[in-house]
């Protein structure tokens, strides 16, 4: 039972570098989110998205894009990496509405150096 | 605006006893969902329990339970018998009801729960 899985689990980048995180889920969910969690701020919604070829800008976007191409995969893309985009993300799935959990990925810690 | 408010940055307790962490949250929505998860050391995300806004009853997972006070608005996870694998960080969130982002999480900041032998 793979669930939801990303890659890279760690990456170090210089600023200015550019890189794609990938996240898979194997349980057919609609929906999927990138979550970035910081120290002392709990998750906070990057961008998310209902459905293959949508998407949407959560709570923090600036700085990152995503696609979502394929039903089971959803790419968080950072063009031009900054030092505060050091964090760990982290990708979620779910069926979608108010009363289903989200299934989370193991989660990648980026620094950006 | 929504929001999770937990107000226990850290918590101590022993080994065998009962434990109640806070979570309150603020939204406008008469259809959401409360979440509580757990973060191990090891950093995955672990869902626990589910409370929905129209449930009458307070959820039930093993030693888990929420207790939902609708009016007050809070819905703190008691953890039963405690054990030292529940050392952990746990995040109470809820799901926003409008439109296309239903389902996505709102995350308090977490309370860091320390279990003593």
Redesign the interface.
Known sequence: NAGVTQTPKFRVLKTGQSMTLLCAQDMNHE?M?W?RQDP??????IH?S?GEGTT?K?EVPDGYNVSRLKKQNFLLGLESAAPSQTS?Y?C?S???????????G??TRLTVV | AQK?TQTQ?GMFVQEKEAVTLDCTYDTSDQ???L?W?KQPSS???I?LI?Q??YDEQNATEGRYSLNFQKARKSANLVISASQLGDSAMY?C?M???RG???????????TKLSVKP
């Open positions: 929906y989110y979550y002392g701020m709990g998750l906070r919604l998310y209902v949407a959560g760990v982290f979620a779910s069926r979608g509405g108010t009363n289903t959990e989200a299934f989370f193991q989660g | 999770i940055p259809s959401y969902g979440f998860y950093g995955e995300m869902f589910y929905g806004s995040f969130a799901s926003q009801g296309g982002s239903q389902g996505n999480l709102i995350f308090g900041k977490g």
